[in-house]
């Protein structure tokens, strides 16, 4: 996640109905804007204007898929693992942790594609 991404901008993002499904979907498995369309049934271009705000705050990564025909496309994978708001003792605490990868699941993933 972006060093810069403050709170109000992580809550207005999950307070987002599309962007929460993005999330959750690319949670899964990578996927493109317009299989993210079918899935979340958003129009392209909003599913865009989310991946977008996603993206910036740190939240959302873009790969590079490779397709039988040769040629490539771009999908997101999901950055947000757990979300945490603590209010406690006149204190308020937020921590936002990363999904893990691991780069054997990645490639085997990959090589699956194939």
Known sequence: MSEDTDL?????????????SILVATSEEPLSATE???RCDVSVSSIY???DRLAEAGLLDEQTRPRRDGHHET???SLLGRFELTIEDGTLEWTVEG???DVADELTRLWGNF
């Open 75 to 77: 999908v997101y994978v």
């Open 99 to 101: 999904t893990e990868t």
């Open 49 to 51: 204007r989310r991946l």
């Open 36 to 38: 993210l369309s079918e």
């Open 8 to 20: 109000s901008t992580v809550v207005g993002l999950l307070d987002d109905e599309h962007a929460r």
